[in-house]
Nanobody, 127 residues
């Protein structure tokens, strides 16, 4: 079964930066829209940023605009989430997801439309 894998989470202080990495052996990331989601305990998983198959970036969470960005390296089948100027409200479990189909410039912030997921990586930001 194809599975994505996230890494790079940890405990940091407010103002710090973290880079999360998503790998997907067996998946060609160029064929998928790739997204990052986060989930607080007891709450719905929320899409925060994604990159379409064509490379278009869409940021769905206003709280991360200007601080988070997504990038990919198709030669290594890797997607990164660069998180700068972290705040305590960024504390959550972060998930990578791959979505197939749809227009080349499109990626969805809905967790219901994703085809593949990772197990997640915890990010904790202390004041």
């Amino acid at each position: 079964q194809i599975q994505l894998s996230e890494s790079g989470g940890g405990t940091v202080r407010a103002g710090d930066s973290l880079t999360l990495t998503c790998t997907g052996p067996g998946l060609g990331f160029g064929n998928f829209a790739m997204g990052w989601f986060r989930e607080d305990p007891g709450k719905e998983r929320v899409g925060i940023i994604c990159m379409s198959r064509s490379g278009k970036i869409m940021t769905y969470s206003d709280s991360v605009k200007g601080r988070f960005t997504i990038s990919r390296d198709l030669t290594k089948n890797i997607v990164h989430l660069q998180m700068d100027d972290l705040i305590p409200d960024d504390t959550a479990k972060y998930y990578c997801a791959a979505q197939s189909g749809g227009p080349p410039d499109f990626c969805s912030p809905s967790y219901r439309t994703q085809n593949y997921w990772g197990w997640g990586t915890q990010v904790t930001v202390s004041p």
